[in-house]
């Protein structure tokens, strides 16, 4: 079911629900020490409307209010795992820390994981070319015929996002016009990419300092998974990569999400008048069609970063070296929080202050590497969940990892 956009102010879930609905729901055992405060407050921000007390999460792109949120920390110091909010706006029920959501763009990363299994068993190389597997595709974009699958991981091949197409005949451009109807409708890999070919490259492949997140790029890798493999999509990341890591609450969703899911009523955008829970998978595929919980996102980043899902070391190492390169619109930030200073050195910065200036920086060294979605992009109708791992090397202790997942119900499904 699609609704009608009836005001466009935003306002906080307790606006609607009351009070209660800010209350956070513990699944933890954390001392209320000044760690899990600045967390909590973090958890506050994402559901209410900013205020000189709470402030928005970020001051260079702040976003609407969500309906709920969930907070997962899994460190050696302990585990942080809390929720906010409301399930929708009709109920009011309190968001469940174990809640299923979509977790849009992060799905990027399982099919990037499979691209190198791939790669590692040699069954393709990330350098070969994308004509190689998809000539009709690649038929569709003059210009395009040098793009590698490398350059499809990293962002770098010049293909524009069937998303954000202006053809008042495509989802992107239904979708740009209001047109919420457009969101039920399932596609076809092969028609994603071709409503992207309504517009032309945005550069040329692999050009120097260039960088441009492009969805129709992982719905081609998505498609070279299944020329590989002979098998879909959803069977190769399944086999490969959730049943392998034991992530008994992630699946990939084929078209409309079946009820036993549980998931959350979706929204396009506070205030929370556009109902979008019929929206159809299809439309992300092989770039956001995966379902999954805090606690399975964890499972997955350690073996993601700890090459679990690889047999050679040099595997991983090929994976994290591929980066984009720096630039004014493309900055190595993920997401800063309020009263934020990040370091360039550190994957995940928490800063122990006082509440009202917690702050959670997600930043690497290499980001905007094949690893990453884009964040608050593409997000799936519903949910977005940004996550990142803390990698501290010692040479004397070894490494250790801490895996940080924040999940928000309910964002805009394209920003």
Not at 285 to 310: K, Q
Not at 370 to 387: M, P, V
Request: charged share 15%.
């Amino acid at each position: 079911m699609v609704t009608a956009q009836e005001s466009v102010d935003s306002v906080g879930i307790d606006s609607i629900c009351g009070e209660g609905a800010l209350t956070i729901t513990v699944s933890d055992t954390l001392p209320a020490d000044d760690a899990s405060q600045a967390l909590d407050t973090i958890l506050r921000q994402f559901v209410t409307v900013p205020t000189e007390e709470l402030p928005p999460l970020s001051a260079v792109e702040p976003k609407p209010p969500a309906p709920g949120a969930v907070v997962f920390v899994d460190s050696p110091q302990g585990r942080y795992f809390r929720s906010i909010g409301a399930v929708d706006v009709e109920s009011c029920v309190f968001v469940d820390p174990e809640l299923r959501f979509p977790i849009g763009s992060n799905t990027k990363m399982f099919t990037a994981a499979v691209i190198f299994q791939l790669h590692e068993e040699g069954l393709l190389s990330t350098s070969d070319l994308v004509s190689q597997y998809l000539p009709e595709e690649i038929a569709l974009f003059p210009g395009v015929e040098t793009a590698t699958i490398d350059m499809l991981l990293t962002h770098t091949s010049g293909l524009p996002d069937y998303l954000n197409s202006t053809d008042p005949a495509t989802l992107g451009g239904r979708m740009g016009a209001g047109d919420w109807d457009v969101l039920a409708l399932a596609y076809t890999p092969q028609e994603l990419v071709a409503q992207a070919a309504s517009h032309p490259l945005l550069f040329a492949p692999g050009t120097e300092a260039q960088w441009a997140y492009s969805n129709t790029g992982y719905i081609m890798l998505g498609q070279i998974i299944e020329q590989v493999t002979g098998k879909t999509y959803i069977e190769a990341v399944t086999e490969r990569v959730i049943e392998r890591l034991g992530m008994a609450n992630t699946v990939l969703v084929a078209a409309l999400p079946p009820a036993e899911l549980g998931l959350a009523t979706q929204y396009l955008v506070s205030p929370f008048t556009v109902n979008t829970s019929g929206w159809n998978f299809t439309q992300a595929w092989s770039a956001g069609n995966a379902v999954s919980t805090p606690e399975d996102m964890a499972i997955f980043l350690r073996a993601y970063y700890t090459g679990a899902l690889y047999q050679n070391p040099e595997t991983l190492e090929a994976m994290m070296t591929r980066a984009a390169p720096e630039t004014p619109s493309n900055p190595r930030i993920s997401i800063t929080c309020t009263a934020a200073t990040t370091r360039a050195d550190s994957s995940v910065t928490v800063v122990r202050r006082s509440a009202r200036k917690a702050m959670l920086a997600i930043t690497r060294r290499r980001t905007r590497s094949l690893s990453h979605g884009r964040t608050a992009r593409n997000l799936a109708l519903g949910a977005a969940f940004i996550t990142s791992v803390t990698r501290s090397a010692s040479r004397r202790r070894g490494t250790r990892f801490t895996a940080i997942s924040l999940r928000f119900a309910n964002l805009p499904f394209k920003t």
